[in-house]
């Protein structure tokens, strides 16, 4: 029922930024959390970072200080910009939202999670 679809990623040098962007779509009611993981090859899906409907972030402490989270709860979208980017960060970064959204036959509503399919940030050395 309902979309996440990110934007943003690409490669970059160690010391760039970059702005991850997530836009949510569908018969949304609301949204509560939004959040930024991501995924390293051989390595489990981490939280980078997550914000609340009333715009409290929280971050992983491996982006600390380096990043800013940001939602705009008009247009159901997630920003995570990204300073100082590391070779550590390479991952693939997965949008991903609670949502409360109404059924495509039912037209009753539910609230469950959702996953974006991910965008690829290189930071090469």
């Known amino acids: 029922q309902v979309q996440l679809v990110e934007s943003g990623g690409g490669l970059v040098q160690a010391g760039g930024s970059l702005r991850l962007s997530c836009e949510a779509s569908?018969?949304?009611?609301?949204?509560?959390?939004m959040m930024w993981y991501r995924q390293a090859p051989g390595k489990q899906r981490e939280l980078v970072a997550g914000i609340t409907s009333g715009d409290t972030p929280n971050y992983a402490d491996s982006v600390k200080g380096r990043s800013t989270i940001s939602r705009d709860n008009v247009k159901n979208t997630v920003s995570l910009q990204m300073n100082s980017l590391k070779p550590e960060d390479t991952a693939v970064y997965y949008c991903?939202?609670?949502?409360?959204?109404?059924?495509?036959?039912?037209?009753?509503?539910?609230?469950?999670?959702?996953w974006g399919q991910g965008t690829q940030v290189t930071v090469s050395s």
């Open positions: 991903y939202a609670v949502a409360r959204a109404i059924g495509p036959d039912s037209g009753v509503s539910t609230t469950r999670a959702y």
């Open positions: 569908g018969r949304i009611v609301s949204i509560n959390f």
